[in-house]
């Protein structure tokens, strides 16, 4: 069974946190796992709200009358060029 250390990674050093750490003077191999700070995810999560927002204020898709048959367009197969049908 593997164990869960939580520490906190300082330059090339673990520091151990927690009561649950492993007592050992030896040198011990370890699994690090490095979350992803969620800021980042955050923050373009925004960006990309704001970019929506940006082109919806400027009307880009204002000249499609029916979006539903304009997608079927965008979406079907063309053939390839330099291919026979």
Do not use: C
Not at 48 to 57: G, P, R
């Amino acid at each position: 069974m593997l164990r869960t250390y939580e520490g906190i990674l300082q330059g090339d050093r673990i520091r151990w946190a927690g009561d649950d750490v492993p007592a050992t003077d030896q040198p011990l191999r370890v699994h690090v796992t490095v979350l992803e700070d969620n800021t980042e995810k955050e923050k373009r999560g925004q960006q990309m709200a704001d970019a929506l927002s940006k082109l919806a204020e400027s009307g880009a898709f204002s000249g499609i009358e029916d979006p539903s048959a304009w997608q079927r367009d965008i979406r079907r197969d063309r053939p390839l060029p330099g291919r026979a049908n």
